[in-house]
């Protein structure tokens, strides 16, 4: 478990919709959509979600305990991840009732900055080991977070080139025939991308000689059906 202590600096990139869903030693955090707001050609650094833990009452400024954590690449300007859901480790905090926020933070080179935290209503209560798990309040239920406003302009946000948070991902695991085979595409551009994986981002895959966000569209399109 680490902390983050930090104001939000950078309203552009922006969580909505959020929720999880926890079941023992494993948590699902779902997110309708991860936004950048910047301008088209900002693409950002590579960005976290954490789920986080404050003491009651707190003004979630104080130090917080992170209680899941996981990285989710880079999001074009004026795109957006849609519906996402990460199954990750849920680390337990100490016994008591937590207030819990999903915060995205993003790198800059040297450290995550915090962008943007969306807070839920409900307190966690956490129990001890011998206790009957049924006591424990949000265990194995939806818990929502209040629905965002999102303001109108926000529609003309187009969604990432991938279509999903683990596009690229589908590019890793796909068959080398399956892949080798998509229509519309020319044969060295997809031999390219078999002999250069594994992708650790949508920009990786962008970067590959001849790749374009219309072809990429086609190579996902055909491997995932």
């Given at each position: 478990m680490d902390s983050l202590n930090q104001s939000p600096q950078d309203t552009n990139l922006t969580l909505q919709g959020c929720g999880y869903r926890i079941e023992n030693d494993r948590i699902l955090i779902f997110v309708h959509r991860i936004e950048n707001n910047r301008a088209e050609e900002n693409?950002?650094?590579?960005?976290?979600?954490q789920l986080c833990a404050f003491p009651p009452n707190s003004d979630h400024r104080a130090t917080n305990t992170i209680l899941a954590s996981t990285t989710i690449g880079e999001i074009k300007g004026q795109h957006f991840l849609g519906d996402c859901y990460y199954d990750l480790i849920f680390q337990q905090p100490t016994v008591g009732s937590w207030s819990l926020a999903l915060q995205l933070s993003e790198w800059n080179g040297v450290?995550?900055?915090l962008?943007?935290?969306v807070y839920f209503e409900n307190s966690y209560q956490s129990a001890s080991p011998s206790s009957d798990p049924s006591a424990t309040i949000n265990k194995q239920e939806d818990v929502q977070a209040p629905a965002p406003k999102?303001?109108?302009k926000n529609e003309n946000i187009k969604k990432n080139t991938i279509g999903y948070s683990d596009g690229y991902l589908a590019i890793n695991k796909s068959k080398v025939d399956k892949l080798l085979n998509v229509k519309g595409v020319p044969k060295k551009v997809l031999e390219k991308l078999v002999s250069e994986r594994p992708f650790q981002s949508e920009k990786a895959v962008l970067n590959v000689k001849g790749m374009g966000p219309s072809m990429l569209k086609k190579v996902l399109a055909a491997i995932t059906v």
């Open positions: 693409l950002s650094g590579t960005l976290r979600l450290d995550y900055t962008c943007d935290s999102i303001p109108a």
